[in-house]
T-cell receptor, first 110, second 113 residues
Framework: RKEVEQDPGPFNVPEGATVAFNCTYS??????FFWYRQDCRKEPKLLMSVYSSGNEDGRFTAQLNRASQYISLLIRDSKLSDSATYLC???????????FGRGTSLIVHP | EPEVTQTPSHQVTQMGQEVILRCVPISNHLYFYWYRQILGQKVEFLVSFYNNEISEKSEIFDDQFSVERPDGSNFTLKIRSTKLEDSAMYFCASRGTGAGGYTFGSGTRLTVV
């Protein structure tokens, strides 16, 4: 079983749409969770950390469900510039080794 | 904003040659990583480095790979005898203490011919 699993997509949505990505992780020892954004042939860039209480940053909302080992990312009012691959990351405590999912591709069209 | 710097941005090498990829992590970070990403595939962990030693490595990080932090600022990845399948984007990352995320460099694209 893959450690971090994501639906690869692509998700093809119009501008202004709301889109949700899901991610599951298999290692119950994981303690830190993040969403990264990766543009084509660029490095991953931190979008937001994910906390148990849920957190919001502008149009982006991240949720963590430890019992189900499930992480989500909600993007509201999608912009063309949101087109990218979104990477789910889980990290074990102590070693702090981040494990990446394969990524979910988002295409926002006019 | 502090950043992780990687050089070169692109390196072409012949099969069997040694390459050294260089990284300058963020100055007050303590945890350092190398990752690779083969075109179209996921970001894969290679090795982590903390307190001047390897803390964990993956199956990919075999005897042909090594890492060094020679002078307290640079963090290098050496591939001793490159193979065609080593062609990939190699990312260096660093992290400080606390709950912050990992900062990645812009990567070195390695092409083995």
């Amino acid at each position: 079983r893959k450690e971090v699993e994501q639906d690869p997509g692509p998700f093809n949505v119009p501008e202004g749409a709301t889109v949700a990505f899901n991610c599951t992780y298999s290692n119950s020892a994981s303690q830190s969770f993040f969403w990264y954004r990766q543009d084509c042939r660029k490095e991953p860039k931190l979008l937001m950390s994910v906390y148990s209480s849920g957190n919001e940053d502008g149009r982006f909302t991240a949720q963590l469900n430890r019992a189900s080992q499930y992480i989500s990312l909600l993007i509201r009012d999608s912009k063309l510039s949101d087109s990218a691959t979104y990477l789910c990351v889980a990290s074990k405590g102590g070693s702090y080794i981040p494990t990446f999912g394969r990524g979910t591709s988002l295409i926002v069209h006019p | 904003e502090p950043e992780v710097t990687q050089t070169p941005s692109h390196q072409v090498t012949q099969m069997g040659q040694e390459v050294i990829l260089r990284c300058v992590p963020i100055s007050n970070h303590l945890y350092f990583y190398w990752y690779r990403q083969i075109l179209g595939q996921k970001v894969e962990f290679l090795v982590s480095f903390y307190n001047n030693e390897i803390s964990e490595k993956s199956e990919i990080f075999d005897d042909q790979f090594s890492v060094e932090r020679p002078d307290g600022s640079n963090f290098t990845l050496k591939i001793r005898s490159t193979k065609l399948e080593d062609s990939a984007m190699y990312f260096c990352a660093s992290r400080g203490t606390g709950a912050g995320g990992y900062t990645f460099g812009s990567g070195t694209r390695l092409t083995v011919v």
